[in-house]
């Protein structure tokens, strides 16, 4: 079992925000490339605070991660679901504010 109180086990932890096949093929090989580099070499560290590489490499991650947030094996996902009928409710409200702009009484 990890140790909590290790600083770098609680910096991988920012990873359970990612799907678990991004975060296990993805994020957490990339997160001990930075973390072994961290920890071998003080002089290659820079002036970037280590907190600020993981961050980095979790962002990095992201555009990979944003679609399999909405679509999982070839079906929506319940967030994916909610955009799309939030994306139609939306879409027939401003289709019906158009059509009754001139009942509504406002607007040139």
């Given amino acids: 079992m990890p140790d909590a109180r290790n600083p770098i086990e609680?910096?991988?932890r920012i990873g359970r925000i990612l799907p678990r096949?991004?975060?296990?093929?993805?994020?957490?090989?990339?997160f001990y490339d930075v973390a072994r580099a961290w920890l071998g070499d003080r002089d290659a560290r820079g002036p970037v605070p280590f907190g600020v590489r993981v961050l980095w490499t979790m962002l990095g991650c992201v555009?990979?991660?944003?679609?399999?947030?909405?679509?999982h094996r070839g079906r929506l996902t319940k967030l994916g679901r909610?955009?799309?009928?939030?994306?139609?409710g939306a879409s027939?409200?401003?289709?019906?504010?158009?059509?009754?702009?001139?009942?509504?009484?406002?607007?040139g």
Avoid: M, Q, S
């Fill in 63 to 71: 555009p990979i991660a944003l679609p399999r947030l909405v679509v």
């Fill in 10 to 12: 609680r910096w991988r």
């Fill in 21 to 30: 096949d991004v975060r296990e093929r993805i994020f957490e090989p990339a």
């Fill in 82 to 88: 909610f955009a799309g009928l939030a994306a139609v």
């Fill in 92 to 107: 027939i409200l401003v289709t019906l504010l158009i059509v009754l702009r001139p009942y509504l009484g406002y607007g």
